[in-house]
């Protein structure tokens, strides 16, 4: 069983910056491809971002050039920090790692 908590989420104006973080716990006994994921509301969950093991990196297109994510194995975090955020960056944000869920935070852009 791992366990994965996030941080971070808020409340922010159209161009400013949040960093979201999964810290993981538990059972953890090999490097996997992690990403975070968001849901707006009523709408389905997308994938934004991944990150495998040797730290090869995709984004959704819709984030390329604002947003960066980023993993720290000796702490099992992965991060992800969104810069020049709009009111279409508006959801729930999930990290997902080794197969777990995190329980997602809420970030709000304002215009």
């Known amino acids: 069983q791992v366990q994965l908590v996030e941080s971070g989420g808020g409340l922010v104006q159209a161009g400013g910056s949040l960093r979201l973080s999964c810290a993981a716990s538990?059972?953890?006994?090999?490097?996997?491809?992690k990403a975070w994921f968001r849901q707006a509301s009523g709408k389905e969950r997308k994938l934004v971002a991944t990150?495998?093991?040797?730290?090869?990196?995709y984004y959704a297109n819709s984030v390329k050039g604002r947003f960066t994510i980023s993993r720290d194995s000796a702490k099992n975090t992965l991060s992800l920090q969104m810069n020049n955020l709009n009111p279409e960056d508006t959801a729930m944000y999930y990290c997902?790692?080794?197969?777990?869920w995190g329980q997602g935070v809420q970030v709000t852009v304002s215009s």
């Open positions: 538990g059972r953890i006994s090999h490097i996997d491809t």
């Open positions: 990150i495998s093991g040797d730290g090869r990196t």
């Open positions: 997902r790692q080794y197969g777990f």
